[in-house]
């Protein structure tokens, strides 16, 4: 028998399954009923230990980690998996899937990644959304005694310097004619269907380290974009830096989720952290001024405040609580959501901003 200790000493006994290992994390939720192998491997959860409220996950298994065309991961948003250990009430022993090649187990194992299955996740994410998101540890042992003051924190940690890439990267979309639009793209823990949404446009990505001097290079490029990403925005003090010179010359910003932050942040706005976040397949938004409400895949435990200086707006809400959920400048040439378009796990509702974007770029 393995267990969960929160912060707050609360004890969920369960079995073991993935890696057996202790671990630390952030405790949160996602309410996504399937997509665990494109979650689980979405650079947005470093650090954190994911719970599903889905009761059965693992069922359809684990495709395999083939590359694509441009070199990245085919099937997953990255190449490893970053969440520091994983709860379900019943984890799927036997899997069924044509793409499937392993177990949810063995894919964990494979990663050193621990999962707790067998306790009552309703009961413990009904503590989330009241408490707040807290810090666990889960423990191989349920007889070990657990100091909760020793459960590390990965907020002190700049989560978006581990998960950057550390060189510039350059992607060339296939069969592209004419004049190709080319985008900066501060990685910040990016995941791989951002890229795959820009490619498939016919765009070239320039992926850039989090810190990366983009003001100080002599790299061509159309336009900045600013990805998703883990942890607190105002960790990333050189990306911030970096969009608000790229604003100062009036180069065209798109960012999503931390990238909403980032550019939120650059603007002189502000950011906070959220109670229990967002975290799932099917959070509606709203279009200020507008009838519009889409469906969005959400990840994200850090909003932007309400407040936001002169000459920008709130461009999309959160309909359930009203959360900034996008913002834009009045010049049009600066825009942001928190929400993912490209999905993956998720609706496709918002794909058309990546659409309206490329064509930004070609009559820019």
Same mark, same amino acid.
């Given at each position: 028998?393995?267990?969960?200790?929160?912060?707050?000493?609360?004890?969920?006994?369960?079995?073991?399954?993935?890696?057996?290992?202790?671990?630390?994390?952030?405790?949160?939720?996602?309410?996504?009923?399937?997509?665990?192998?494109?979650?689980?491997?979405?650079?947005?959860?470093?650090?954190?230990?994911?719970?599903?409220?889905?009761?059965?996950?693992?069922?359809?298994?684990?495709?395999?980690?083939?590359?694509?065309?441009?070199?990245?991961?085919?099937?997953?948003?990255?190449?490893?998996?970053?969440?520091?250990?994983?709860?379900?009430?019943?984890?799927?022993?036997?899997?069924?899937?044509?793409?499937?090649?392993?177990?949810?187990?063995?894919?964990?194992?494979?990663?050193?990644?621990?999962?707790?299955?067998?306790?009552? $996740?309703?009961?413990?994410?009904?503590?989330?959304?009241?408490?707040?998101?807290?810090?666990?540890?889960?423990?191989?042992?349920?007889?070990?005694?657990?100091?909760?003051?020793?459960?590390?924190?990965?907020?002190?940690?700049?989560?978006?310097?581990?998960?950057?890439?550390?060189?510039?990267?350059?992607?060339?979309?296939?069969?592209?004619?004419?004049?190709?639009?080319?985008?900066?793209?501060?990685?910040?823990?990016?995941?791989?269907?951002?890229?795959?949404?820009?490619?498939?446009?016919?765009?070239?990505?320039?992926?850039?380290?989090?810190?990366?001097?983009?003001?100080?290079?002599?790299?061509?490029?159309?336009?900045?974009?600013?990805?998703?990403?883990?942890?607190?925005?105002?960790?990333?003090?050189?990306?911030?830096?970096?969009?608000?010179?790229?604003?100062?010359?009036?180069?065209?910003?798109?960012?999503?989720?931390?990238?909403?932050?980032?550019?939120?942040?650059?603007?002189?706005?502000? $950011?906070?952290?959220?109670?229990?976040?967002?975290?799932?397949?099917?959070?509606?938004?709203?279009?200020?001024?507008?009838?519009?409400?889409?469906?969005?895949?959400?990840?994200?435990?850090?909003?932007?405040?309400?407040?936001?200086?002169?000459?920008?707006?709130?461009?999309?809400?959160?309909?359930?609580?009203?959360?900034?959920?996008?913002?834009?400048?009045?010049?049009?040439?600066?825009?942001?959501?928190?929400?993912?378009?490209?999905?993956?796990?998720?609706?496709?509702?918002?794909?058309?901003?990546?659409?309206?974007?490329?064509?930004?770029?070609?009559?820019?």
């Amino acid at each position: 028998m393995t267990k969960l200790v929160l912060s707050d000493g609360t004890e969920f006994i369960g079995k073991s399954f993935g890696a057996s290992v202790d671990s630390d994390g952030e405790v949160v939720f996602n309410t996504g009923m399937a997509g665990y192998p494109e979650s689980l491997s979405d650079p947005s959860y470093r650090g954190q230990i994911l719970t599903f409220t889905y009761p059965l996950i693992g069922n359809y298994g684990v495709p395999g980690a083939e590359k694509n065309e441009y070199g990245f991961s085919k099937n997953f948003e990255s190449e490893s998996v970053h969440v520091k250990g994983v709860i379900v009430a019943q984890v799927s022993e036997t899997f069924s899937h044509y793409t499937a090649v392993s177990s949810l187990q063995k894919w964990l194992e494979h990663h050193n990644v621990p999962g707790i299955t067998g306790i009552d $996740t309703r009961a413990l994410t009904k503590k989330l959304r009241e408490h707040g998101v807290m810090l666990g540890r889960i423990v191989q042992d349920d007889n070990a005694q657990v100091d909760v003051s020793s459960i590390e924190d990965p907020n002190v940690n700049n989560l978006v310097a581990e998960v950057s890439c550390k060189e510039v990267i350059t992607y060339e979309p296939k069969n592209a004619e004419g004049d190709i639009p080319t985008v900066a793209c501060f990685d910040c823990g990016i995941k791989n269907n951002i890229l795959r949404s820009l490619l498939s446009r016919g765009v070239r990505v320039h992926r850039l380290p989090w810190d990366y001097d983009l003001a100080g290079s002599d790299l061509k490029y159309d336009a900045v974009f600013v990805s998703n990403g883990p942890g607190d925005p105002k960790m990333c003090v050189s990306t911030i830096d970096q969009v608000k010179k790229a604003m100062e010359k009036e180069i065209i910003v798109f960012g999503i989720c931390l990238g909403n932050q980032i550019t939120a942040l650059a603007a002189g706005g502000d $950011t906070f952290k959220m109670k229990y976040g967002h975290r799932s397949a099917n959070q509606p938004c709203t279009e200020e001024g507008t009838e519009r409400c889409i469906i969005t895949s959400q990840n994200h435990g850090f909003a932007v405040d309400e407040n936001l200086p002169e000459g920008w707006e709130v461009w999309f809400r959160n309909a359930n609580d009203a959360t900034v959920d996008g913002i834009k400048h009045e010049s049009g040439k600066f825009f942001t959501v928190q929400f993912h378009p490209e999905a993956t796990p998720g609706p496709e509702d918002a794909a058309y901003l990546f659409d309206e974007f490329v064509e930004m770029l070609k009559k820019d």
